[in-house]
């Protein structure tokens, strides 16, 4: 489970073709638009690693490690709950 800080450094990594109005984004982590963006998603992040939020922002992979919620597969009626308790 990667970190807010984490998180943000792959996104710079990525190099990601992105474009507003037309035009490229060089680089969408220090685009005022879509930094604000990536901000919001590492919120997700860095609450995922408070314990009081975990088990509402976070899923169990098979292998025992964990992912955010926020990039998983729903696959069960309490993962949708969480999406909707997550989203309030």
Not at 27 to 47: C, P
Not at 82 to 88: L, P, Y
Request: contains cysteine; aromatic residues 6%; proline residues 1%.
């Amino acid at each position: 489970m990667k970190t807010k800080q984490q998180y943000l450094q792959s996104m710079k990594k990525l190099n990601a073709e992105a474009y507003m109005r037309g035009k490229r984004v060089p680089d969408v982590t220090k685009n005022s638009f879509t930094r604000l963006a990536l901000e919001g998603i590492g919120q997700i992040y860095g609450l995922s690693e408070n314990k009081r939020f975990a088990n509402l922002l976070t899923r169990k992979r098979e292998d025992g490690s964990r992912i955010s919620a926020y990039c998983s597969i729903h696959r069960t009626k309490e993962d949708l709950v969480n999406r909707v308790r997550a989203a309030r």
